[in-house]
């Protein structure tokens, strides 16, 4: 009876004769890279010397901190507002904000369900610069009985 062909060539013995051929081919390029590192005046010719980098010293060297996102600096700016009360409207948050400067739009939003405040709301000044004054001036700052919670607002 002729013997069955699986579809490999070889069998068991001969998987491992090659398995052993390779792991000796490495152990050979090991030796050989190990031999020419320790010859630091012969470079092969496959290989260039390494450019030599500026010594930093530790007294150079500058830890900061993360860039923060660019924050926009010219045009309108929008704020968050948070902390409202629930008897506070649009008409008096662009009272309590108008005296940084001219307001685009103020909103406190709505509940759909209730049509009672959320509890926050958004003030858009057009110049960058009134806007981060009512930034530091209200951030903290009392309406209505709360204390605000006033920065930057962040797009979706």
Do not use: H
């Not at 010859?39 to 010594?55: C, F, G, I, T, Y």
């Amino acid at each position: 009876m002729p013997p069955i062909n699986r579809g490999y060539g070889g069998g068991k013995r001969q998987r491992e004769a090659e398995r052993d051929r390779k792991k000796k081919e490495k152990q050979e390029r090991l030796r050989r890279n190990r031999s020419m590192r320790g010859q630091n005046n012969e470079v092969p010719d496959s290989l260039e010397p390494a450019e030599q980098l500026p010594e930093v010293k530790l007294e150079d060297v500058v830890i900061g901190v993360a860039a923060q996102p660019r924050r926009n600096t010219i045009g309108p700016v929008k704020l968050f507002v948070g902390g409202l009360s629930w008897n506070t409207s649009s008409d008096d948050l662009r009272a309590a904000f108008s005296r940084f400067g001219p307001i685009q739009e103020a909103t406190v939003i709505m509940d759909r369900t209730t049509g009672r405040s959320r509890g926050f709301g958004f003030v858009s000044f057009e110049n960058a610069a009134e806007a981060a004054e009512a930034v530091k001036t209200m951030n903290g700052a009392e309406l209505d009985g709360r204390t605000l919670k006033v920065n930057n607002a962040e797009s979706r």
